[in-house]
């Protein structure tokens, strides 16, 4: 006899799936709020092409701003910078350019920030930016 299943188990079961994109949209949220405080414009949020996703585009002053957002569930996984490893650099660096073109902007200066984001139960979510952090 097949076992009933009811729909809150089929939801919970379902939401386990995308705890991590829930976990990554909560992430980008704070970042752009913080960002906001540091004086930063948000243009753009998760611009995707064919290549794939940025998740923030910003300009600070005359500086256009690529950002990679890490959010963390834990702080024992290490600091977000670690997790970008030379094949997200790179991937980025080819977002960015593909950014610019989409945009048809030229001689632009263009920065690469990260921001980590640290939620650890029953605390305020720790919101980390590292400015200039990656180099290509």
């Given amino acids: ?6 729909i809150s188990t089929l939801l919970d079961w379902a ?23 540091r004086g930063y414009e948000i243009l753009e949020r998760r611009w995707r092409c064919r290549l794939g996703e940025i998740d923030l585009v910003a300009r600070q002053g005359e500086v256009l701003v690529v950002v990679e957002v890490k959010a963390r569930s834990r702080e024992d996984y290490g600091l977000p910078i670690d997790a970008v490893d030379r094949a997200k650099r790179r991937k980025l660096s080819k977002l960015a350019r593909a950014y610019l073109k989409a945009k048809n902007l ?7 920030d990260l921001v980590g984001v640290t939620f650890t139960g029953g605390k305020r979510p720790r919101v980390d930016v590292f400015p200039d952090a990656l180099r290509f």
Avoid: I, Y
Avoid at 1 to 6: D, E, I, L, P, T
Avoid at 17 to 22: S, V, W
Avoid at 106 to 112: A, C, I, L, Q
């Fill in 15 to 37: 939401s386990g799936l995308f705890a991590g994109r829930d976990l990554g949209r909560r992430g980008e949220k704070l970042a752009a709020r913080e960002l906001r405080r």
């Fill in 1 to 6: 006899m097949a076992a009933q299943v009811g």
């Fill in 106 to 112: 030229r001689d632009t200066n263009v920065r690469f």
